[in-house]
């Protein structure tokens, strides 16, 4: 191998470390430390009563950065999320489905009566046909339908937390809900 070879693959290694570190950095710096505010009572009119997270979203809230709480309205599931520092832990909703056997189908984003932008899907496993809506947003007044997108501005410090992420679960008319 020639030494132009040699130099053009350390080169590349020494750039991809280097890009590599970037995130991990800026991570390391952005952390809320504060108090998390509290869970809403009420969500779009609707009181909420808090619900169990199950065995399994207990263990997962175990390592999360931030919190985790699920509510409902007695017609959706809603599920709250704050976080304290930019993470990959913070996954989009569609994700957990897939992983929990359920075929997912992206439908266009959409701005609710009060100006919110969410980003939508179809969740569906045999006869359950379920609508998700999620979002995040920032105590400033920044909003996010893309968890990526999220998280890239959160590493690079383009805004500040804590973060609140919902998700919004909902039977499909003509479906029957899971548990």
Known sequence: MAIRDLIIRATFLAICVVTALVPSR?????????????????????QLQQIPLS?????????????????T?????????WVTTASRQLHSSADCFRGAGFAVTPHPAIRDESGQRWSCFLAARGEHRLLVRERIADQHGQEWT???AWFWSAALQRT????????????EV????TN
Do not use: C, H, Y
């Not at 800026?26 to 609707?46: M, Y």
């Not at 500040?160 to 909902?170: A, C, D, F, N, R």
């Open 26 to 46: 800026a991570l390391n710096r952005q952390t809320f430390s504060g108090p998390l505010p509290d869970w809403p009572q009420d969500w779009e009119g609707a």
């Open 73 to 81: 309205d007695g017609q959706r599931e809603i599920i709250f999320r």
């Open 174 to 177: 003509g479906s029957q809900m």
């Open 146 to 148: 893309d968890v990526s």
């Open 160 to 171: 500040q937390g804590p973060w609140l992420s919902v998700t919004i679960v909902e039977t």
């Open 55 to 71: 065995d399994r979203d207990q263990k997962f809230n175990e390592n999360f950065p931030g919190r985790i709480a699920k509510f």
